[in-house]
Every structure is written in structure tokens, then in C-alpha cells.
């Protein structure tokens, strides 16, 4: 069992650079994945950037050059680290872990961020 909790959410103005932190309830040095997805309203959930237990790393288009993603084995934690916000990075942020042997899935309940002048 893992459990997420991502914070660092809020209303942010067009070009600010927020960092979301996701904790994990336990060491994620042996998670196979541990990813962002968003869902911005009346759309599908999609991912933004994921990060191997290797340390390899995969972005969305839309967010490359703009976001990173990082993990602190020792904090047990996630970050994604949001630069020259648009109105359309506007969606609920969802942190995921990838576990394998046996394979599960976990989600962490979401943050809200807000893009807007």
C-alpha cells in the first residue's frame, strides 16, 4: 500500500513557477513509476511527466521545457516543478504510483491549480 498526498496547489498567476510536492507514505526508491497527471474541467485525465525508479524521465509535450519532474528518495517524495504557467496548465494535479510484483496502482487525491490573472 502506498499512500499520496500532493499539496502546493493554489491560484498562481500566468507565468509563476509553482513546485508540487507529493509525499508517499513509504520509501518510493523501489517504485517502478512515479508520475503527474492532470485533468483540467470537461476533460480526460492526462499525463504530464513521469520519472522511472532509474531516475529517466518523460514529459507531455505541451509541458517540455516548462516542467520537471523529480524525486527524493530519502523524503520519500515527488515534486513537480511547474515553470511559465499558462491559463491552459489550469486542471487538478494527480500524483501516481506505478508499483510492480504485484502490479498496483496508487493516486493520490489531487491539488487544484489555477492559472489566471
Known amino acids: 500500500q502506498v499512500q499520496l498526498v500532493e499539496s502546493g496547489g493554489g491560484l498562481v498567476q500566468p507565468g509563476g513557477s509553482p513546485r508540487l510536492p507529493c509525499a508517499a507514505s513509504?520509501?518510493?526508491?523501489?517504485?517502478?513509476?512515479m508520475a503527474w497527471q492532470r485533468q483540467a474541467p470537461g476533460k480526460q485525465r492526462e499525463s504530464v511527466a513521469r520519472i522511472l525508479s532509474g531516475g529517466s524521465t518523460n514529459y507531455a509535450d505541451s509541458v517540455k521545457g516548462r516542467f520537471t519532474i523529480s524525486r527524493d528518495n530519502a523524503k520519500n517524495t515527488v515534486y513537480l516543478q511547474m515553470n511559465s504557467l499558462k491559463p491552459e496548465d489550469t486542471a487538478v494535479y494527480y500524483c501516481?504510483?506505478?508499483?510492480?510484483?504485484?502490479?498496483?496502482?496508487?493516486w493520490g487525491q489531487g491539488t487544484q491549480v489555477t492559472v489566471s490573472s
Open positions: 501516481n504510483a506505478l508499483v510492480l510484483n504485484p502490479k498496483n496502482d496508487y
Open positions: 513509504r520509501s518510493i526508491s523501489s517504485i517502478y513509476v
